[in-house]
């Protein structure tokens, strides 16, 4: 690790301080002529220009000026057919890569290298979007007639237009704040490449990988660039993510004929494609913005998928503009006819307008969920799609893999058996030399027989008695790994195959066994001994590997599947994969919480239940990928539904297991670090991978964690569910106060011979209640709200509004009478007005204020429980400034305040405290009928 990170640094120095070079480079590899070589001097031909044209743009902003998918197949194809060594003359490269200035110049010259995304909003842009927004234009509406003639009012244009000032310095402040998190979390998770560099290799980011760079590929690399392949060994790329073709293709080194599409080339590995299995090398010849993916995201509609999250956001931000399309006509009429003051009723209907309006929505949405992602982050988790953090609260089934999740991440052998069951170092020393010569990434597996390998003094032994020759790479199908090796002492010796794989595939390829020093032909019962002894170390709970060889009389120019068939069978090979302890009780936790658990492993059966029981996982229900395999899909989707371990299942089939959940109506979590795993990962509502998993994996997830620790997933669920109650809370708060204030706003206007407050007023007063409810997003959720998944909905949002709504006014119209016929308020002297107004203020806010406490909670509010401090403080803090300013000289004059009547006071406590009384009492009444409150 450190000498990884040694190499990674040096490069970024290089690509940062190389100096600039004065020659032409970049003219070079701008100019790609690969044609055959031929007397006198040729115009440049079509591909050429283009050639040009999309390096010239790689670096560049501008995608709607960047070449098409069609030109960059033309290109492409160009390539794809061109001998090796012009292709690489015109990349100004050679089989050794490029020198660390060479490629700091072209990075310099084309930019990185990085599919053309959004680029994040300028400070200049996301000011000018916190000021160009349909509310704020009518608060400036309101007060610019608020200085129109006959009636101007300048310090009330002065008080409405610094109530917007604040309203977009608050909105400004958390998208600047959003904006900062939003590049934090694309950082936090990047993919490297292993290129050839100065002739060695080293691993870079993939955005710093160069035009002209040789690439080395091993199962689970991304491609990090256009690839014209050098070198392939048994190399299978998954396209899946591009063409939806689950299976992965072949591709192979040579000189490619014309094809329908870039997709169809063998010879190119496209960027953003993955290797499943296999190894090879390859020549970078496109990069970025001129790029086969980067020509299609540009030809793809901007902007993400609509999440159910967002489509119940709109419906709500539907909702209030419906309330106000038909709200304030109404008022601007009624109000007008009754007071016959037209310029005042169309102050007072778009103050209404305004007052309607949850301007602190998108805000407190975007904040919640800021403060969640933080928080996250704080437990070194990074959440890469931030509205991910909404659906680990809503998930109802995690879907997990075995390895380094449920058993410690290291794979120990404890035996290498013959097939009498005794220790064997031949079986040993097989094994070592098949982990030790494999070109791919090393799994647990290999790493543990490495590991006892080395320590039985194993490593020196085996480099100087094979020399590697050829591999037939692992894959998903087979589930075997083989190597051909040649003794080191005769160079004409018959090579020998050394295969190692899952033990029922394994034997199917094998038809003898050795017994001691004798062979014998593998009839049914000496595969049924062979199998049995198998599961008893399975029962044991030990995975089980076998070991198979095979001697040919002659090497193959190209080693396939097929040459492992007629293998000889040698032994067994036992590791243990002991249970995470630290899982146990965040396996309970889970199940607590309403998430079901589901294992999804390519172990044999008995090992996963072995493993699952230990880990206190429900495994009566199993099935595996066979199994599967002959269910019909009606059938299929049951047993998928009944299962909780799945053995032996392919990454076609994991993510098909994701995706009959999501048909049954569950929210999925899958949690998965490998390449096997990337296609479940995409699929799923939340992929969770770690930051030690493979490429392909991480780019796959949305959540990727440091650790590969449950215990984060439990503390992501909880969090993922205080977004949503907090979330949940501000809306139905705002809706439901709205709904019951559009009740009393038509009853005054009806009533009353002036308005009943008047638009600075309005404005005011939406002002404070929506201070008050800043501090939401700090606000805690009852253990009980936390016990179950919450999924997005707003079903229930117009009955929460219809039945909470109005009891606010009902109490609203007690305010009325009070000042109608106890103070006498009934006419539109001036005194009488502002009175009136000044006591519908404070009952209105007081109210709105002060009934979050019970909305927020199904319990008992302030005794059951209570708000977080920094809620009770904007509460409180709001109802009290609201008083205030009833006294504080200039201001209340401003706002046409005035020192309400002492007794009034007494008023205002009883309404708020029947106010509470009521709405607990429906409050109970709710829960009762319809089972929830928030």
Sequence with gaps: MTAHRRRRAKAAAAATAAPSSTAPVAVAFTVLDIREAAPGKQAPTTWEKLTARLHKLSGSKKAETAATAEQVERVLAARASAPIQTLLDSLTTSLTGLSSAAAAERLRAHGANAVEEATPPTTLALAWGSIVQPFNALMLVVAVLTVSPPNSSYPTFALIMALLLTAIIARFWEELRSRSLAQAMRGAVSASAAVLRDGCETAVDIKAVALGDVVLLSAGSLIPGDVRLLEARNLFVSMSGMTGEAMPVERRAGVSSAKETALNHDNICLMSTSVVSGSGKGVVVATGAATYIASLAR???????MTAFDFAVRRVVYLFIAFIVIMVPLVIVLSGTTTTDWSGAVTFGLAVAVGLTPQMLPMIVTANLSRSVRSMRA?????????AIQNLGAMDVLCTDKTGTLTVDEVTLLKALDLAGNESLDILKLAYANSRFQVGVPN????????VGAERGLEEAVAAEWVFLDEIPFDFERRMLSVVLRPTSDDKAHPTLVCKGALEELLMQCDHSLEGSEVYELDEARRAAIIARGRALNDEGLRVVGLATKMFTKLLLRMERE?????????FLAFLDPPKESAIPCIKTLYDRGVSIKVLTGDSLCVAKRICADMGIENAHCTTGVEMLSAEK???TALIERCTVFAKVTPQQKMAIVAALQRNDHIVGFLGDGTNDALALRKADVGISVDSGTDTAKEAADVVMLDKNLATVCDGVLIGRKTYGNTI???KFASSSSFGNTFSILAAAIWLPFVPLQAIQVLALNVLYNISQLAIPWDDMDPSFLEKPKRWSAKFLGLYMLIVGPISSIFDMTTFLIMWYYYECFNDNPDNVIAFQTAWFLE??????????LLRTEKIPFIQSRATLPLMASSFGTMAAGIAICYIPGLNSALSLTAIFPSYYAWLAGTVAAYCCAVQGIKWVYIKVFRSWL
Excluded: C
């Design 299 to 305: 030809a793809l509609p901007s902007g993400r998928t």
């Design 844 to 853: 209105s806010l007081m109210t709105q204020t002060f009934i979050v406490h």
């Design 634 to 636: 009606d059938d299929l």
């Design 379 to 387: 437990k070194k988790t990074a959440i890469r799609r931030m509205d």
């Design 729 to 731: 809370k501000y809306i």
């Design 563 to 571: 040459d492992e068939a007629g293998m000889l069978f040698r032994g």
């Design 444 to 451: 647990l597996l290999d790493k543990g027989v490495l590991r």
